[in-house]
Structures are given as C-alpha cells and as structure tokens.
C-alpha cells in the first residue's frame, strides 16, 4: 500500500506570495492532519481534516488555510508569505477522527523556504 | 491540556550500547503515547505506541518503551545500538478532545558513534 505522499518536496518563495501544499493520504483514511516543523518551535499542529471539513485547528493565523476533497486528498495554503513561514511542513494521514490510539502516517514532507 | 517532555536534546551512543530517550508525559486522563523517528530530510515514522492493552510495548528496529504511569514515563530503549539508529526521536501524546492531533516533545537527537 503506497504511503503518504507530499508535493511538492521543494519550494522556495518570496515574501508577499502565496504557496499551495499538496498531500496524498494513504487509500482508505479520511483523516488528514497538517503539521509544522521549525527548529525553533518544533513540531506543531496546524488543522485536521475530515470528510471534507475542518475539524480542528491550531493556534495560527488565518494565512494559513486548508482543504479536503472527496477522495480525501488535502492541500494548505499560506498567503502573504513571510520570512518565519519556512519550514518543513508534515501531512499525516489516519484511517478515522476522533480516535486517540489511531496510528497518523506521515509524508516525506514539503520543504518551503522563504527569501 | 497533554503534554509530553524529552529530557536531553542530544544523546550520544556508541555502536553496541544502550540507547535510551526519554520522555515524561503530563495528562488528566490515561495517555495515548507514541514513538516517532526522524532521519534527515524525511518524514516521521512511527517506532511503537502505547494504547493501554500492555504496558511494555515493542516497536519495530529492535525499540522498545515501558508505560510507568508512577513514574510518569514512556522512555524508550534499545538493547545494542547500530550506526543506522542515528536520527532525530520524537516522543508524542494524542490529544483526547476528539481530534486527530499529536502534542510533540521537542526531540532528541541521537548520535551513534563506531
């Protein structure tokens, strides 16, 4: 069964733009969580989705969006770029919501930076 | 709110030692708690994770981790290490208010040395 898939794995930006992520959940999970990683602040939750609806989300602002399709496939999207945005950004994927002893299967990750 | 803390940012090992990460967690309720690795430009990969059936689960790459709830500790351990095992290791707790969210320690980096 083919993993969590993440793309681009690349992006640099500049200040001011815009960046889809895209992420592929493994078949048959509906759930999709975003995370962000920085040295700095470490791993942190940005927002899980569900069939096609926002569950819950962390404490960022509202740059950063999200969305789910019906095939579960996800994408974020953070406007207006700046400098502290780059970083390493986490798709996870599990089969349900709401299930704490749920395994969340992680992707390569997109690398975005910045300049 | 959960959370959990790794104690030592690095930790340094020598091929054939024993590894051990630690990790305490704090929660009001019974912890759902995980294992994650790291290795450079990747994603995490789930070693074990605890679900309350048995308190001293086994993982995959010969990692294992005990549940003392007394003690407030997940640590893992590995018997013998190997070169491979050197990558960044993150301990996690799931959140219980109903969503798909893990709390993130802050990592350990572990060194293997020949």
């Known amino acids: 069964k083919a993993g969590v898939t993440q793309t681009p794995r690349y992006l640099i930006k500049t200040r001011g733009q815009q960046v889809t992520l895209s992420c592929s959940p493994i078949s048959g999970h509906r759930s999709v969580s975003w995370y962000q990683q920085t040295p700095g602040q470490g791993l942190q939750f940005l927002f899980e989705?569900?069939?096609?609806?926002?569950?819950n989300k962390g404490n960022f602002p509202g740059r950063f969006s999200g969305r789910q399709f019906s095939n579960s496939r996800s994408e974020m999207n953070v406007s207006t770029l700046e400098l502290g945005d780059s970083a390493l950004y986490l798709c996870a994927s599990s089969l349900l919501s709401g299930v704490s002893t749920d395994t969340q299967y992680f992707g390569p990750g997109t690398r975005l930076t910045v300049l | 709110a959960q959370s959990v803390t790794q104690l030592g940012s690095h930790v340094s090992v020598s091929e054939g030692a024993l590894v051990l990460l630690r990790c305490n967690y704090s929660s009001s309720v019974p912890p759902y708690l995980f294992w994650y690795v790291q290795y450079p430009n990747q994603g995490l990969q789930l070693l074990l994770k605890y679900t309350s059936a048995a308190t001293l689960v086994k993982g995959i790459n010969g990692f294992e981790a005990e549940f003392k709830k007394s003690e407030t500790s997940f640590h893992l351990t590995k018997p013998s290490a190997h070169m491979s095992d050197a990558a960044e290791y993150f301990c996690a707790v799931s959140d219980t208010s109903g969503f798909q969210k893990l709390v993130f320690g802050t990592g350990t980096r572990l060194l293997v040395s020949p």
């Open positions: 989705y569900f069939s096609e609806t926002q569950r």
